[in-house]
């Protein structure tokens, strides 16, 4: 599929999905949300990619929401097709085998904190801000925010951030827990390349199975949440990179991991 507002970029393992309509700031229409969950079914079924990052264009905005100028005339069937669509595109990028991180590097509102939510990580430039300001337009999140938001954040300040519709700073954000790190805007993306190419050279099952214990097992009762992970960790087992790793540890060396 050729790509009108993304660009996609794989270099030593690592794809870079980036947002690109920065005129618009990014904003998510369902062109774009299509693209997205093609570029995400690539890097899910392409064995070359080991890490995603998520990205927008332009030093403004990560993605400034849902696209208002589509969403404007909508009728209700409509905007269930479009609601699910994100959704799918963005359970995708959850649930898939391999790492991703999202780099925000501005504006990540509505819709953009959602696709942020459905990253593995996010990293935020400094200059970056987040919310949930649907309710100033007469919505709720539609994109995954009431339930992704409050499983990361707690209740309470969920419920503050999405019925107040008010913008947070990336300090902010750090400190209740919706991004891992604050980076200088400039450093952005070479911190988040660094980090995403650590992720591609690490044991490939072995990360797939720790996503798979933590998404699958974050809703189960913690009894069957604990036996996900037994039978998530026994089958590492299988793998060569797990026999290789523990000789390595064993030997003093550094491991040679082939990704199996
Ligand atoms: N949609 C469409 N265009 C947008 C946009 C958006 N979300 N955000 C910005 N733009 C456009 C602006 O209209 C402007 O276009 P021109 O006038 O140049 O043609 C251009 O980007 C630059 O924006 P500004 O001139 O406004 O730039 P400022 O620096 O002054 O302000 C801002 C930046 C990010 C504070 C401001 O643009 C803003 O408040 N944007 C809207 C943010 C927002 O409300 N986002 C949430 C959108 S609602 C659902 C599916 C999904 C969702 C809900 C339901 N279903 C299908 C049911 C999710 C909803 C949302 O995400």
Known sequence: MEYQNLIFAVEAGVATITFN?????????????????????RCQTDSGIKAIILTGAGDKAFVAGADISEMQNMRPQ????????GHAALRLIETMSKPSIAAINGFALGGGTEISMACDMRFASDKARFGQPEILIG????????????????????????????????????????????????????????????LAGLPGFALKMAKHAIVYGYDLALDNANKLEVECCAQCFSTDDQKEGMKAFLEKRKPNFKGC
């Open 139 to 198: 919505l709720i999140p539609g994109w995954g925010g009431t339930q992704r938001l409050a499983r990361l954040i707690g209740v309470g300040r969920a419920k503050e951030i999405i019925m107040g519709g008010g913008q947070l700073d990336a300090q902010r954000a750090y400190e209740i827990g919706l991004v891992n790190r604050i980076i200088p805007a400039e450093q952005l993306m070479d911190e988040t390349r660094k980090f995403a190419a650590k």
């Open 78 to 85: 409509e905007a269930m097709e479009f609601m699910e669509l």
């Open 21 to 41: 309509r920065p005129k618009a700031l990014n904003a998510m229409n369902s062109v774009t949300m299509k693209e997205l969950y093609d570029a995400a079914m």
